[in-house]
T-cell receptor, first 117, second 112 residues
Framework: GAVVSQHPSRVICKSGTSVKIECRSL??????MFWYRQFPKQSLMLMAT?????????EQGVEKDKFLINHASLTLSTLTVTSAHPEDSSFYIC?????????????FGSGTRLTVV | AQSVSQHNHHVILSEAASLELGCNYS??????LFWYVQYPGQHLQLLLK??????LVKGIKGFEAEFIKSKFSFNLRKPSVQWSDTAEYFC??????????FGGGTRLMVKP
């Protein structure tokens, strides 16, 4: 089945530094990937939609200058949290969408737990 | 805007009890429906999905869900839960706007 690899799984960084999270579709091409954020005891919140070769579409309230998304190839999207602060600590999950003969399949990465100290 | 509601935030059951988790959505057009499960410390996994055809969908691990269009519902069921079903369950709806919207999640605890 489709597999999405997300790295790193955990990262601890100092306040003010930047962190890059990678999301790769291993055995399929994903023209569209999604980045979600999950707060403790809450559901997934869509942050942005990443389209290969074009700018990402951000949801309302998500700072695009803070959460930089790059989707340079059909198998890789990256999320960079710039100048991270403790309030950015969260669980980030990517999802890659595969077009399967007319319908979309969504495969999720294993998530990245970011802790900003 | 589309919304997805899961009525039960926390459910506690004993092993062998029957399970039904509610999911309602607001979108009136064509939708695809999903249930995902997130076991403790693991990533999201697809339990089952509905695109068209038989509204009663069978998924992995004995789960099933029924799409009732008139009620905008897609409830998840399992006749007899096991301790290993302890997890968080998410209903999700995809609409023609190409967006996947998640419900708030239901945390299930099964007592052995």
């Amino acid at each position: 089945g489709a597999v999405v690899s997300q790295h790193p799984s955990r990262v601890i960084c100092k306040s003010g530094t930047s962190v890059k999270i990678e999301c790769r579709s291993l055995d399929f091409q994903a023209t569209t990937m999604f980045w979600y954020r999950q707060f403790p005891k809450q559901s997934l919140m869509l942050m942005a939609t990443s389209n290969e070769g074009s700018k990402a579409t951000y949801e309302q309230g998500v700072e695009k200058d803070k959460f930089l998304i790059n989707h340079a190839s059909l198998t890789l999207s990256t999320l960079t949290v710039t100048s991270a602060h403790p309030e950015d600590s969260s669980f980030y999950i990517c999802s890659a969408r595969e077009d399967i003969r007319g319908y979309y399949g969504y495969t999720f990465g294993s998530g990245t737990r970011l802790t900003v100290v | 805007a589309q919304s997805v509601s899961q009525h039960n935030h926390h459910v506690i059951l004993s092993e062998a009890a029957s399970l039904e988790l509610g999911c309602n959505y607001s979108y009136g057009g064509t939708v695809n429906l999903f249930w995902y499960v997130q076991y403790p410390g693991q990533h999201l996994q697809l339990l089952l999905k509905y695109f068209s055809g038989d509204p009663l969908v069978k998924g992995i691990k004995g789960f099933e869900a029924e799409f009732i269009k008139s009620k905008f519902s897609f409830n998840l069921r399992k006749p007899s839960v096991q301790w290993s079903d302890t997890a968080e369950y998410f209903c999700a709806v995809w609409n023609a706007g190409n967006m996947l919207t998640f419900g708030g999640g239901t945390r299930l605890m099964v007592k052995p």
